[in-house]
């Protein structure tokens, strides 16, 4: 049983440069599965936001980044149904 996962993702740290490449989330099923960014972008779909993080810089900064759940947009017809006066008939 783990607590978190790893996520298949690299970039440079903002401060110093160096490439991090340990990345973790602990909003998959904790199983310390690898994730790619595609599985996390799905993720969303069920979890709401996700967030993943790398702690394991030498120069000591913690990036978080949050993948944001994208919202279904209401069609023009249910835009149009939401204004109306009779959208409770
Ligand atoms: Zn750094």
């Given at each position: 049983?783990g607590?978190?996962d790893?996520?298949?993702?690299e970039?440079?740290?903002?401060?110093?440069?160096?490439a991090?490449?340990?990345?973790?989330?602990?909003?998959?099923?904790?199983?310390v599965?690898?994730?790619?960014?595609?599985?996390?972008?799905e993720?969303?779909r069920?979890?709401?936001?996700v967030?993943?993080?790398?702690?394991r810089?030498?120069c000591?900064?913690?990036?978080?980044i949050?993948?944001?759940a994208?919202?279904?947009?209401?069609?023009?017809?249910?835009?149009?149904?939401?204004?109306?006066?009779y959208?409770?008939?």
């Amino acid at each position: 049983m783990g607590r978190y996962d790893n996520v298949a993702y690299e970039a440079p740290c903002p401060l110093c440069g160096t490439a991090l490449t340990a990345w973790q989330t602990k909003d998959g099923r904790r199983v310390v599965q690898t994730l790619t960014g595609q599985e996390l972008r799905e993720q969303t779909r069920y979890r709401g936001d996700v967030l993943f993080y790398s702690n394991r810089d030498n120069c000591g900064t913690w990036v978080d980044i949050h993948v944001r759940a994208r919202r279904p947009q209401p069609t023009r017809k249910e835009r149009a149904r939401m204004a109306s006066p009779y959208m409770w008939s």
